[in-house]
């Protein structure tokens, strides 16, 4: 998951600090946030939604201020830049404006911009948050009304717009604060207490503490009592259970006791506290110091200011009041519950007139759920949407049925419109949802912990159970449940702030995901915690990828092969430690050079030609290649070429993996000239069975010829005869010369020449090299091939050499493991589709399964090491599969020839063949 911008983590706290930033947001992010860095201009963090508004994938765009700004029309951006400068310059002239911005579909979208700079304390403007919203159809409404007459017109209305706002805004915020200290005062100097129906204190004010000289952990829990002066206590409580028996108050004047003895008088209203079935769960008193009159006057005062905040608060919350009598079926509102409806203050409404209002889909509801409250007659709180004008808007409705009779003859309530509030509930859920981030909030006197659906579906909790700490400490991952409940102890012992990573087992699943836990916990007056609450995050993914990254980062930088990254012009844009090893150039060298800086100068323009044509067209290209070091050096490597792709299919980057095998083509061409000394021995040896018997023929005939005509002083020898012998002698001869000219074209060959031969020649010319071999150690070569010539192009000297290694290993093994004189060497050929495949097998007994993988292996050997050198098999595998390319395999094989069943090893040579 990539790291949260900079920005949208400082906009995040400043939400949790600033009320007037949180209201700018609320009042204008229906098309998404931005927020500046005045600092640094250049980043400006845009959420996701304005991108998708104009139909781009936010991926693809980078929190700059340059990726909006060349989408606006030039001068809707000089418009902008002019307001921007003055509204830097005075905070109260207005950053808001429509622009023109180019669709990803190449139309225009009419976006409304609206910023607010946020200032130092010097004055300074160092950052600005602003929000967009899509105004194209109210545009395209516009023209299609005729009643759009041009955008600076459109723009100056919202410069008059804002600055109403903009005052109105002021006064709300100056309200809200009036209304908190307000608040606090009432606290601070009203005497209240609340008792239960056994007299016992259950809340009290500060005021109340403040002239009794208890604290409140003293009072709360104790009898009531406790601060009544001794000779009220009787009386007062008798007059209290008789006069409240039917709801009434009880208003009256007591005498107090103090916690240092003094006494003080009270002017108290006590009222009975009933619930829905209108039975009694205690009391609350309201009171008055009657100990010094102007103390009285002050809290008059300050109550009536504080009735005064309380109606303000009411007006900016849009909370409308209503009543409605069902006598006369009409509705009495409250000035804000007609702005509600956009109702003229001078009607008179009618219940069924009001429910016309109502969204047809939400209509029954609506009226089952207020018929079924009159019928029970009980309280009843919905939610529903009426049709405003052309627009729905959503409101939150309390009533409460007045009765007498048992009638309902009234309903009054409250009504509040929550368009916007629910607006944002539905982005923050949809945002948790995109996130996988979810909120909860743990009570620990009741032991209940509770939370959003997201953490449900994070944890696989089953959504209707209730859930408390252990149930939730139980789903952590046991090898990381102890941390987390010593740093959760931690944190309750420092009452701090908390911020943990750790694994979690989904119930359902019983996969292991990963969360990212913030927490913040709250407290009593006397300082204890009473719940810690925030969010779980499901970060699997995050996780997962940054532990990809780290293998990838591990291989990259340890690997001992040489690694470079382009970008998709040939750009280096990274190395690892053994490029520079092997190179000798160090990153900060070649960063930004073309890997051309590597050319030896060996290969020509047509090499390189093919290789990037073969990555244009597979994606990949493997071989070998002579590069030069820093040092000019040049030397051999092994080098594969990937192209990387993104996710429109272009290429974003190019991988070359690289390893120096300058020392391993020395070694192989020191065990080539070794394998070539051993293959001459070997032909050698072949020879001189060859030649033995033609030789011996001819000493004997020349010998014969020469005692005959010694012995035939008068010529008597008839001259046939002569010639005859002379006939032999010549033939031989030229056996023996045939015998060295194979032997010269064997050693002496062209070995990189790719030809056109007959594969069956071949075979033929490597049985006349190893036929007297064979037959000197009793051994039949059995020919399975067919008749059809087959025609192959490569280079048939160094198949020749490969393939000789082969008969000669088999040679060895039947003599070596076969005493008695069924010895035999099989050969066949089969063609598969554009293979073909020479099989080799003997009679051997076969290869042990411990030496099989070893056989290819330089220097292995079973042989004696007066016999053997290891050296033949593992050139026959080089030359079959880095020389010709082609394969080479070998496995035991059971089989059966002439009613008899043997055991051998098969080789398996594949060729490049087309037909």
């Known amino acids: 998951m990539p790291e949260e911008h900079y920005l949208k983590k400082e906009l995040d706290e400043n939400l949790k600090d600033n009320l007037s930033i949180f209201e700018f947001i609320q009042s204008g992010s229906l098309d998404g946030i931005w927020y500046w860095d005045l600092e640094k201009p250049e980043?400006?963090?845009?959420?996701?939604?304005?991108?998708?508004?104009?139909?781009?994938?936010?991926?693809?765009?980078?929190?700059?201020?340059?990726?909006?700004?060349?989408?606006?029309?030039?001068?809707?951006?000089?418009?902008?830049?002019?307001?921007?400068?003055?509204?830097?310059?005075?905070?109260?002239?207005?950053?808001?404006q429509i622009m023109r911005y180019r669709h990803a579909d190449g139309s225009t979208a009419w976006i409304r911009c609206r910023g607010m700079a946020i200032r130092d304390k010097n004055g300074k403007a160092i950052r600005m948050i602003g929000a967009h919203n899509d105004m194209t159809v109210f545009m395209d409404t516009l023209k299609k009304l005729g009643e759009y007459d041009g955008l600076e017109r459109l723009n100056k209305n919202l410069t008059k717009k804002y600055n109403k706002e903009h005052k109105q805004r002021l006064e709300v915020q100056k309200e809200n604060k009036d209304s908190e200290r307000y608040i606090k005062l009432i606290d601070k100097f009203i005497i209240t207490s609340t008792v239960?129906?056994?007299?016992?204190?259950v809340n009290v004010s500060s005021a109340f503490c403040k002239i009794s000289g208890y604290s409140k952990k003293e009072l709360l829990g104790n009898p009531h009592w406790k601060t009544l002066y001794p000779d009220e206590n009787i009386n007062s409580l008798k007059d209290l259970e008789e006069l409240t028996k039917n709801g009434k108050t009880w208003e009256g004047e007591i005498k107090n006791l103090k916690k240092d003895g003094t006494t003080y008088w009270v002017k108290s209203t006590i009222a009975p506290i009933l619930d829905d079935n209108k039975n009694l769960i205690g009391y609350s008193t309201l009171s008055s110091d009657i100990t010094d009159k102007n103390i009285i006057k002050q809290n008059n005062l300050e109550l009536k200011t504080i009735k005064e905040t309380l109606d303000n608060a009411v007006k900016i919350a849009?909370?409308?009041?209503?009543e409605w009598n069902l006598s006369k079926d009409l509705l009495k509102f409250s000035k804000i519950a007609y702005e509600i409806f956009g109702l003229d203050q001078s009607s008179s409404i009618a219940f069924d007139t009001l429910r016309n209002f109502v969204v047809k889909e939400d209509r029954k509801r609506y009226k089952r759920i207020i018929n079924r409250a009159l019928k029970k007659k009980i309280p009843f709180s919905f939610e529903y949407r009426i049709y405003r004008g052309f627009e729905i808007r959503k409101l939150w409705v309390i009533g409460n049925p007045i009765i007498e009779n048992k009638k309902v003859?009234?309903?009054?309530?409250?009504?509040?419109?929550?368009?916007?509030?629910?607006?944002?509930e539905e982005e923050l859920k949809e945002a948790q949802k995109i996130a996988r981030i979810g909120h909860y909030n743990y009570n620990l006197k009741e032991n209940i912990f509770t939370n959003s659906y997201i953490i449900d579906e994070?944890?696989?909790?089953?959504?209707?159970?209730?859930?408390?700490?252990?149930?939730?400490?139980?789903?952590?991952?046991?090898?990381?449940?102890?941390?987390?409940?010593?740093?959760?102890?931690?944190?309750?012992?420092?009452?701090?702030?908390?911020?943990?990573?750790?694994?979690?087992?989904?119930?359902?699943?019983?996969?292991?995901?990963?969360?990212?836990?913030?927490?913040?916990?709250?407290f009593d007056r006397d300082g204890n915690i009473t719940t810690f609450f925030g969010t779980i995050q499901d970060i699997t993914k995050r996780k997962e990828l940054e532990s990809n990254l780290?293998?990838?980062?591990?291989?990259?930088?340890?690997?001992?092969?040489?690694?470079?990254?382009?970008?998709?012009?040939?750009?280096?844009?990274?190395?690892?430690?053994?490029?520079?090893?092997?190179?000798?150039?160090?990153?900060?060298?070649?960063?930004?050079l073309n890997p051309s800086i590597l050319k030896s100068g060996v290969h020509d323009d047509n090499f390189y030609k093919d290789l990037w044509r073969e990555v244009r067209i597979n994606g990949y290209w493997s071989g070998e290649i002579h590069n030069k070091k820093k040092n000019g050096k040049i030397y051999q490597e092994l080098l594969t070429v990937n192209a990387i792709y993104d996710e429109n299919g272009n290429v974003g980057n190019y991988i070359g993996l690289f390893s120096d095998i300058t020392k391993q083509k020395k070694q192989d061409k020191l065990i080539l000239q070794q394998s070539r000394t051993a293959a001459i021995g070997e032909m050698l040896e072949n020879i001189a069975h060859q030649w033995r018997q033609p030789l011996s023929i001819i000493s004997t005939s020349a010998t014969g010829l020469k005692f005959l005509l010694e012995m035939d002083p008068e010529e008597k020898v008839p001259k046939n005869r002569v010639l005859n012998v002379l006939e032999d002698i010549n033939n031989y001869t030229q056996y023996l010369s045939n015998t060295i000219e194979d032997f010269r074209s064997f050693f002496k060959g062209d070995m990189t020449k790719i030809e056109r031969f007959n594969i069956k020649n071949t075979l033929e010319k490597i049985a006349n090299l190893t036929k007297d071999s064979f037959m000197h150690n009793f051994i039949t070569l059995v020919d399975e091939t067919s008749d059809e010539d087959i025609f192959i192009e490569n280079n048939e000297n160094i198949l020749t050499q490969a393939l000789i290694n082969i008969?000669?290993?088999?040679?060895?093994?039947?003599?070596?493991?076969?005493?008695?004189?069924?010895?035999?060497?099989?050969?066949?050929?089969?063609?598969?589709?554009?293979?073909?495949?020479?099989?080799?097998?003997?009679?051997?007994?076969?290869?042990?399964?411990?030496?099989?993988?070893?056989?290819?292996?330089?220097?292995?050997?079973?042989?004696?090491?007066?016999?053997?050198?290891?050296?033949?098999?593992?050139?026959?595998?080089?030359?079959?599969?880095k020389q010709i390319k082609g394969t080479i395999e070998v496995h035991n094989v059971n089989f059966e020839y002439k009613n008899k069943t043997y055991k051998g090893a098969e080789f398996i040579i594949g060729l490049p063949y087309e037909s």
Request: proline share 1%; glycine share 6%; net charge neutral.
């Open 43 to 96: 980043n400006q963090w845009m959420s996701e939604k304005f991108w998708r508004v104009l139909g781009y994938d936010p991926k693809t765009k980078k929190h700059l201020s340059s990726e909006w700004q060349k989408l606006v029309r030039k001068e809707d951006l000089d418009l902008a830049l002019e307001n921007f400068h003055k509204h830097i310059e005075d905070e109260t002239h207005p950053y808001d």
């Open 196 to 201: 239960d129906t056994k007299g016992n204190i």
């Open 318 to 322: 849009k909370l409308g009041t209503w």
């Open 409 to 424: 003859i009234r309903v009054s309530g409250v009504i509040q419109d929550i368009t916007e509030l629910k607006q944002v």
């Open 458 to 522: 994070i944890f696989g909790f089953d959504e209707k159970r209730e859930k408390n700490f252990k149930y939730w400490l139980y789903s952590v991952y046991e090898g990381d449940r102890k941390r987390v409940k010593k740093y959760l102890n931690k944190v309750y012992r420092a009452k701090e702030k908390f911020d943990t990573e750790y694994r979690v087992v989904d119930e359902k699943t019983k996969g292991i995901k990963w969360v990212h836990m913030l927490g913040e916990l709250s």
């Open 550 to 592: 780290l293998q990838a980062h591990n291989v990259f930088e340890n690997t001992h092969d040489g690694i470079l990254v382009t970008d998709e012009k040939g750009n280096i844009l990274n190395v690892n430690n053994s490029f520079e090893k092997i190179t000798g150039y160090k990153l900060q060298e070649v960063i930004g």
């Open 807 to 881: 008969y000669n290993n088999a040679k060895d093994a039947l003599v070596e493991y076969v005493k008695e004189k069924d010895k035999y060497f099989f050969i066949s050929v089969e063609i598969k589709e554009d293979t073909l495949y020479l099989h080799f097998k003997d009679n051997a007994g076969g290869i042990s399964k411990n030496i099989m993988n070893q056989i290819f292996d330089p220097y292995f050997t079973t042989k004696h090491e007066s016999i053997g050198t290891g050296l033949g098999l593992y050139m026959t595998y080089q030359i079959i599969t």
